[in-house]
């Protein structure tokens, strides 16, 4: 799994996690994030880059990623 963050259009990686550890990435980046400047988003993907979860204010509380069907 892997946390990532768009500052300016594109998704990049900050880190790779185990996904066990699910919880406390999403619990730390959530306290990180308001403290960004300008419109900062984050997401949690998985090994395939397929978002789960995403990340944005002004509320900052992780919500599932919407899964279009083919």
């Known amino acids: 799994m ?3 963050v768009n500052l300016a259009g594109s998704w990049r990686d ?5 996904g066990a550890d699910q ?4 619990y730390h ?3 990180l994030l308001p403290c960004a400047e300008g419109r ?10 397929v978002a789960i979860a995403h990340l ?6 992780w ?5 279009v069907r083919a």
């Open 14 to 18: 900050v880190l790779h996690f185990a």
């Open 29 to 31: 980046a959530a306290r």
């Open 40 to 49: 900062v988003s984050m997401r949690i993907a998985d090994e395939k880059n």
């Open 56 to 61: 944005e204010g002004p509320k900052f509380e």
């Open 23 to 26: 919880g406390q990435v999403e």
């Open 2 to 4: 892997k946390l990532q």
């Open 63 to 67: 919500q599932p990623t919407r899964r």
